[in-house]
């Protein structure tokens, strides 16, 4: 897992963490044993200079990161960082060799062999993107690829930088490149079409042995494939231990949401607030019988570091007002369980949102027995 939260994320529209921001999101991904922290783009500004060498100087477990354009200023500065790996780039499709860069396919070919060869030099690790590689003709990208492969590239990511990829479709692109080169492959995803986390693990499936990843998907327009999302996946679905401490997870989410100033939606897989909710009576009271009726079963909230709640609305069944009245502190009969959920659905009905202090309501005027009211009793 190769995290870029600090340096695609945070290129977010209207998103800047600070000193600060970094340094924290940077010790939690280490904390947590994130095996690769691209810690920006350190040519950027005297202060992203500065916040890359620290978040080098300090990681205790991750290899650390810095982006470099194949520019000799980029390079010399990522190098003076102090990072491990640096992982420069060049436009490959031809859209973005036109009219971004405006440069020809053999200059491209040329500043990415120089820059990969003076990384090389200099003993640090070097990672090489060939970008808009899933709109770049194929016959250049092998060009491209064998070319880097010769200088001593390490690895070579694949970016979907325009997010225009399927899965089917990019794990053919991974399967091809590596007839091509003995680099371990990266897989960088966009989620122009909801489908980055998608696409990154049919870059596992095809043999990429590495994904970037931001921390709830932030990132350029829609965002990149998901940290959390990835990792929870490639745990859950395919088995596979990532090494990565996952019960941090939620707690690193609220970390980023507050320092990007981008909401967590409700909805969003594995960290967002309805992850582990139930409403609906019928599942509701499945979950209560046995969590795995109505949840995935192989990833559970306390894996993520979440808890798993019961919300009373509208859609609620007796299930579920039983067990929050139990919760607070009722012990209601069955027919007093019957008219508090009466009550909480017609409340919830009006888009009105049922709380504890709302429920308790509900079930004094009921008139059902509090355990502190059966206390005083038996005193009595």
Wanted: with cysteine.
């Amino acid at each position: 897992m190769f995290d870029t939260t600090l340096r695609d994320g945070e290129q977010s529209p209207r998103t800047s963490f600070s000193y600060e921001e970094k340094r924290d999101i940077a010790a939690t991904l280490d904390d947590m044993g994130t095996h690769v922290i691209e810690a920006g783009f350190p040519v950027n500004s005297d202060a992203e200079f500065e916040a890359v060498a620290d978040i080098a100087a300090s990681a205790d477990y991750s290899t650390t990161c810095g982006l470099a354009r194949v520019v000799d200023k980029d390079i010399e500065a990522a190098l003076d960082s102090g990072v491990d790996m640096v992982h420069t780039f060049v436009s490959t499709s031809d859209v973005q060799l036109a009219d971004s860069m405006h440069a020809s396919r053999e200059e491209a070919v040329e500043r990415a062999v120089r820059s990969v060869e003076r990384v090389r030099d200099a003993g640090a690790e070097v990672m090489f993107s060939p970008m808009d590689a899933t709109r770049t003709d194929e016959e250049f990208l092998i060009e491209v690829v064998e070319a880097v492969s010769e200088a001593g590239v390490d690895w070579i990511n694949l970016p979907d930088t325009c997010g225009v990829a399927t899965p089917t479709r990019f794990a053919r692109m991974v399967r091809t490149v590596r007839e091509h080169t003995d680099a371990k492959i990266d897989v960088h995803a966009h989620d122009d079409f909801g489908l980055a986390s998608a696409n990154a693990m049919a870059g596992f499936e095809a043999g990429a042995a590495q994904a970037q990843v931001s921390v709830n998907g932030i990132g350029e327009r829609a965002g990149n494939a998901a940290y959390e999302e990835v990792v929870m996946a490639a745990e859950s679905l395919y088995g596979v231990d990532t090494g990565i401490d996952t019960t941090r997870i939620t707690e690193l989410a609220r970390i980023v949401e507050k320092a990007s100033d981008i909401p967590i939606p409700a909805n969003k897989p594995v960290v967002g607030r309805n992850a582990f909710s139930h409403e609906s009576g019928i599942h509701a009271a499945g979950v209560i019988e046995n969590a795995d009726t109505f949840e995935p079963g192989v990833m559970t909230p306390e894996m993520v570091g979440a808890t798993r709640e019961f919300v009373l609305g509208k859609h609620t069944g007796t299930h579920s007002v039983r067990k929050r009245l139990a919760d607070i502190g009722f012990d209601p009969t069955d027919a007093e369980v019957r008219e508090v959920t009466r009550r909480v659905k017609d409340y919830g009905a009006e888009k009105e949102r049922v709380n504890d202090t709302t429920l308790e309501a509900f079930a004094r005027d009921v008139g059902v027995t509090h355990e502190d009211e059966r206390e005083e009793e038996v005193r009595a």
